[in-house]
């Protein structure tokens, strides 16, 4: 049984690089996409996928509140927000929502071993270690 991740930015060409970078992990496959917070969270409740790889500044909603309201389903997906905004805040806040914090720019080295414990413990609803 594959993986399932939906990936939530407003920048195309990233969410094509993590497309692709995700592509290349065995039992892995990107399930979607979404360009805003309002239709993630629609793709998230119809796709229910097993990680949302989520943007915090984006459109119409941000990260935060999308993960807000997945938290209240029955069954939330696992969340990690990936961000270029690198700061305490946004780290304390993922953090707060159970959710691990990686940069954009650090995405390539850290997202391969969340995503591997991930799996590894059958997607438990507390965040990996070294989230926030």
């Given at each position: 049984?594959?993986f399932?991740?939906?990936?939530v930015?407003?920048?195309?060409?990233?969410?094509?690089?993590?497309?692709?970078?995700?592509?290349?992990?065995?039992?892995?496959a990107?399930?979607?996409?979404?360009?805003?917070?309002?239709?993630?969270?629609?793709k998230?409740?119809?796709?229910?996928?097993?990680?949302?790889?989520?943007?915090?500044?984006?459109?119409?909603?941000?990260?935060?509140?999308?993960?807000?309201?997945?938290?209240?389903?029955?069954k939330?997906?696992q969340?990690?927000?990936?961000?270029?905004?690198?700061?305490?805040?946004?780290?304390l806040a993922?953090?707060?929502?159970?959710?691990?914090y990686?940069?954009?720019?650090?995405?390539?080295?850290?997202?391969?071993?969340?995503?591997?414990?991930?799996r590894?413990?059958?997607?438990?609803t507390?965040?990996?270690?070294?989230a926030?």
């Amino acid at each position: 049984m594959k993986f399932k991740v939906l990936l939530v930015d407003d920048n195309p060409t990233f969410v094509n690089a993590v497309r692709k970078f995700l592509e290349m992990m065995p039992g892995v496959a990107v399930v979607g996409h979404a360009f805003d917070g309002s239709d993630a969270l629609l793709k998230a409740a119809t796709l229910m996928p097993d990680l949302v790889l989520l943007d915090i500044a984006m459109p119409r909603m941000n990260g935060l509140e999308v993960a807000q309201h997945m938290n209240t389903w029955p069954k939330p997906p696992q969340i990690v927000f990936l961000s270029m905004h690198d700061n305490a805040e946004y780290r304390l806040a993922a953090q707060g929502l159970g959710a691990a914090y990686v940069g954009k720019c650090d995405f390539v080295d850290k997202l391969v071993p969340i995503i591997a414990q991930l799996r590894l413990r059958g997607l438990s609803t507390s965040p990996p270690s070294g989230a926030a």
